[in-house]
């Protein structure tokens, strides 16, 4: 079945540091992949997504980059703030009749000033 | 845009007792998604409702059961509450289920259930 693997937690920085979360999956076919962030007693949202191989999801200084060959979507930021401060998921759906979220256990990031 | 809406914020049951969690979708979305996010297990997939029809549920016990209303809203009822069904139950929803479809799915705030 369908699963994800994302760095275990939790990861601390100063301000301004270069950030990396690892995430690697196994899938069937050609799964969609998202990374969701969730803030301190809110739900889940949508940080960025990537649909095929080679796409790159970005926002708010955030990127990934789908690549299939070794089957990861690593989240990477050049210069975190105290306010991304939270958890990370990864996450992909395998589309096809099955449109479920498989999610990994999630990172908590604390960026200290 | 109003966003995902989930009612009630927290809801305190016992043992045995009877829960019923409501969503309000996005204008304009057909899907709904509920998951379980207990401590220590991440996020589960429960179910997922689609022009009013039950499409796939996770690997739960049928006393979690749902519906989806015409106009796109869904309840998710837990019945014989179990001490571990304590968890935050986060409802989505999407645009556009079609084959090819990838419409990414956007969440509500949750509903933190606690049973006592």
């Known amino acids: 079945g369908d699963s994800v693997t994302q760095m275990e937690g939790p990861v601390t920085l100063s301000e301004e540091a270069f950030l990396t979360i690892n995430c690697t999956y196994t899938?069937?076919?050609?799964?969609?992949l998202f990374w969701y962030v969730q803030y301190p007693g809110e739900g889940l949202q949508l940080l960025l997504k990537?649909?095929?191989?080679?796409d790159k999801g970005s926002n708010k200084g955030f990127e990934a980059t789908y690549r299939k060959e070794t089957t990861s979507f690593h989240l990477e930021k050049g210069s975190v703030q105290v306010s991304d401060s939270a958890v990370y998921f990864c996450?992909?759906?395998?589309?096809?009749?099955?449109?479920?979220?498989?999610f990994g256990k999630g990172t908590l990031l604390t960026v200290n000033p | 845009e109003a966003g995902v809406t989930q009612s009630p914020t927290h809801l305190i049951k016992t043992r045995g007792q009877q829960a019923t969690l409501r969503c309000s979708p996005i204008?304009?979305?057909?899907?709904v998604y509920w998951y379980q996010q207990a401590l220590g297990l991440g996020l589960q997939f429960l179910l997922w409702?689609?022009?009013?029809?039950?499409?796939n549920r996770g690997n739960f016990p049928p006393r979690f059961s749902g519906r989806q209303f015409p106009n796109y809203s869904s309840e998710l009822n837990v019945n014989a509450l179990e001490l571990e069904d304590s968890a935050l139950y986060l409802c989505?929803?999407?645009?556009?289920?079609?084959?090819?479809?990838?419409?990414?799915?956007?969440f509500g705030d949750g509903t933190r259930l606690s049973i006592l």
């Open positions: 899938a069937t076919g050609y799964p969609s």
């Open positions: 990537a649909t095929k191989a080679d």
């Open positions: 204008s304009g979305h057909t899907s």
């Open positions: 409702y689609d022009e009013g029809e039950e499409r």
């Open positions: 989505a929803s999407s645009s556009g289920t079609g084959q090819y479809s990838n419409q990414p799915q956007h």
């Open positions: 996450a992909l759906t395998s589309g096809g009749s099955n449109y479920k979220l498989t």
